[in-house]
């Protein structure tokens, strides 16, 4: 039966090139970097490579980059160590109602110690208002985080715009880049940005592994505690086939970037057009400023999990909105923050592409899809 | 040029049956645990069997394993997550003065955070005085928490002893396992332990990976939040590779595990014996109740840093105190805790084996070290 993997915004397949890259690191060059001997050397050089490919990537110094297990992880560092190390109960942090989990749920713990925890909303197509967060920015904002693109709809904010708002009036600003970067423009000398979340299993480099760019000055309370690693931010032995993996598909997301990105962008475009023609549907998120890879499809009447099991029967992998709350039967807040009515919130369907999807896969999604709508309506 | 690798310690070569195992889920089974299609299925199965092998190995049960990304992690989640869930500021938690740096220093910033923090000392050969640790425990005394064994001198503690001290006195025990597991025995059912970390780089699994036991009933704060994932203590895409390999990694040396231990015991007799002949040469540690793979030398007036990077150039991987304070110049705290003079803590020399080192590299070993320390005191 035919493979399509459409759910590249859960995770990606490793480019075998990374994969390549990584190899030698496992039972060759396999030492602790920290150690004095020849095996340690070239442990500590793969890992000075690699930061220095994706401080280039970013446009940063590579002393900016700390290495760390996931976007998750990045997340949490981002908040609670600036909470901690700037802040004090009473304090305010923004965010936005369409984060990730990992900004959420660390909001929410950090509103347990006492923060100010301001969530912004969004509007119909998922962007947050420029003035409604300058509004909400108080003499005790620490910090501001808002996500670069929506893991769910896709919706680009516009990040120059806010971070300079938040750097005008003197507060921290991350993002949580997980999705948009390698997707979007994210350039650290440009751009007001204080800390950006990446994760390297999602584009084509290997699972457990993450980073968190810190602009130079700011100082992060860690999350754990340990040996000297990744000054003292993130202590652990490293993760050295992770992090040279990260770099080498880095390396590979950069080098064809802008190519990636108008192709991912036509099959994307296909795909929406060729939804809308069926009944029924509608898209969920904007047509403009809309992540590359990123389909959301709402089909009211219909469940979104069925229809999921359907396509994975016919050897396509979807899902309705992330991966992180696939077995929820609740449907995603993204959506209910936008305005979609709960019901029809779990009516839907996400299709994310990456840069080894094709136009004639989108044309197997499109069938396929219309046959088990089909299929679907009929047997109620 | 002749490679023996001797610093198992600081970490170690891969299995190529652990590479083999993980393989399938870089490029193949790479879906999301999380995800609803036919990837996601594979992955999560993947993971259920790799808790199972980790579960039997500690005899416990596979909802009492929680992966992480590496022993420092773990360590932290345990002293953090008991610290803050079951205890306040001015409650007492007891850990010895020869931990790793992922306790000393967790227990550092809980001190910071108002909490009593008691350390125990050890005797001349890295022993904590199980009557001491008794003494020390007071009404307020939340967590105690022993390393198995130890990373610098292979001092192995009576885990099962002080477990049941602090059982009996109804406090929290975790043991820092990340080089006894494996090597000792470490049975959840028959001891009170609480929690316990491991670290998969450390018995030929990947780096990136790690596990907490903990104990069902023991509710521990997370460290960091987000999706749902190992029942919220540990929230992240799982790296599922990583616990593949890991999983693997335990299996494999628990099947070989007494013919292992007899053989690298004996190895490291033989390197003791060896030394012991040479002159000015003492053993740090002690011979009994010693990591079967732990060798420690002492020789006042050479350089450690001198010998590592003299055997360096023989072939030889070794180190001084550990891996995470190679670079540094100050004498290991776990030596100076023991009694050693600092002027003679830092004239050391570690040497660590694993069940594929032989007798042979043994030799080699006692033949270079040999040649170093004359040619370093010819050279004075």
Do not use: W
């Not at 000075?48 to 998750?72: H, Q, W």
């Not at 802040?87 to 305010?92: A, L, M, N, S, V």
């Not at 301001?118 to 910090?143: A, K, M, Q």
């Not at 979340?197 to 340990?226: D, E, Q």
């Amino acid at each position: 039966m035919r493979s399509v993997y459409f759910d590249n915004s859960a995770t990606t397949m490793m480019d075998s090139r990374v994969l390549e890259a990584m190899m030698p690191f496992f039972r060759e060059q396999y030492g602790n970097p920290s150690s004095l001997h020849f095996l340690g050397d070239g442990a500590a050089i793969a890992i000075r490579d690699s930061r220095r490919t994706i401080s280039k990537a970013l446009n940063c110094l590579p002393t900016e980059v700390y290495f760390t297990s996931s976007g998750t992880e990045s997340d949490n560092i981002a908040l609670q160590g600036a909470a901690l190390a700037y802040g004090k109960p009473g304090d305010r942090i923004i965010t936005t109602s369409i984060e990730h989990s990992a900004i959420l749920a660390t909001a929410d713990r950090l509103r347990e110690l006492g923060f100010d925890i301001h969530i912004l909303p969004v509007d119909r197509e998922g962007f947050v208002d420029p003035e409604e967060l300058e509004r909400s920015i108080n003499h005790r904002t620490v910090l501001v985080s808002v996500m670069a693109a929506n893991n769910v709809v896709g919706s680009m904010q516009d990040v120059p715009y806010l971070a300079a708002i938040c750097q005008e009036k003197g507060v921290l600003f991350h993002t949580d880049a997980v999705q948009g970067f390698t997707k979007m423009d994210l350039d650290m000398q440009k751009m007001g940005i204080d800390m950006l979340s990446i994760s390297g299993h999602k584009f084509h480099g290997p699972k457990g592994i993450g980073a968190l760019y810190v602009r130079n000055g700011v100082k992060l309370k860690p999350l754990f505690y340990g040996g000297g690693q990744e000054g003292n931010l993130r202590p652990a032995t490293e993760n050295v086939p992770g992090i040279v993996g990260m770099g080498k598909a880095v390396e590979l997301a950069m080098e064809g970037r802008e190519e990636d990105i108008r192709r991912m962008t036509s099959i994307r475009d296909h795909i929406i057009d060729g939804a809308m023609q069926m009944d029924g549907i509608a898209l969920n998120g904007p047509r403009e400023r809309r992540l590359c890879n990123n389909v959301h499809l709402r089909f009211p009447g219909i469940s979104g999990k069925d229809v999921v099991f359907a396509l994975s029967d016919m050897g396509l992998a979807t899902s309705t909105a992330s991966a992180c709350t696939a077995e929820s039967v609740e449907p995603s807040h993204v959506l209910t923050a936008m305005g979609i009515p709960p019901e029809e919130a779990l009516s839907v369907l996400r299709v994310s592409l990456s840069r080894f999807s094709t136009m004639d896969e989108a044309d197997y999604f499109l069938d396929s899809f219309s046959q088990v709508l089909k299929g679907l309506r009929e047997g109620k």
